[in-house]
């Protein structure tokens, strides 16, 4: 997957850092990654925002099916990265408030990416993904209500979830 081939070296570098001082200044690294890492193409909207908008938006994973089944934000609606369709959305009002999300926020800004060239004008990357998410305490769920399992994508990814139980 092309995920892991962009700006690798980089990742390297942070992930030594992150593990070399042992999470001191994890948000920072963990901001200098996502800085490097996102293109910043589409809207950002930051973790608490979204928390407290949480009501009045429409929450869309686009994690893998397996990521979405472990826990989700309450209420998201699964659309996946590999096989999305953006058809499936096709009822959905394109003035509709947005927010797409991922592990860390590299996959949901491709798709909200798509949504945009679609014509949908409120949508939203959230910064730093379901992992910021549980980091500073939001809840997530499952099939059988709240849970604090989250699939952390890969160990090389996992570092930068700290809270919850990490399912890979």
């Not at 910043?40 to 429409?58: F, K």
């Not at 309450?74 to 947005?98: C, E, H, N, T």
């Amino acid at each position: 997957m092309a995920f892991f081939n962009i700006k690798f070296p980089a990742l390297s570098v942070l992930l030594f850092f992150h593990l070399a001082v042992r999470g001191q200044v994890q948000s920072d690294a963990y901001r200098v990654m996502l800085k490097n890492l996102l293109g910043h193409t589409v809207p950002e909207i930051q973790v608490q925002q979204a928390a407290r908008d949480s009501a009045a938006v429409l929450f869309l994973d686009a994690r893998e099916p397996k990521e979405y089944a472990v826990s989700h934000i309450q209420g998201a609606v699964p659309v996946g990265y590999d096989q999305f369709d953006i058809g499936k959305l096709s009822g959905l009002s394109k003035d509709r408030r947005v927010i797409v999300y991922c592990s860390v926020g590299y996959r949901s800004e491709k798709i909200a990416e798509k949504l945009l060239a679609a014509g949908f004008r409120n949508v939203y990357n959230l910064y730093g993904g379901i992992f910021e998410w549980v980091n500073q305490g939001h809840p997530v769920y499952g099939d059988k209500g709240q849970t604090e399992r989250v699939h952390a994508y890969s160990r090389t990814w996992g570092i930068w979830l700290n809270k919850g139980k990490k399912v890979y």
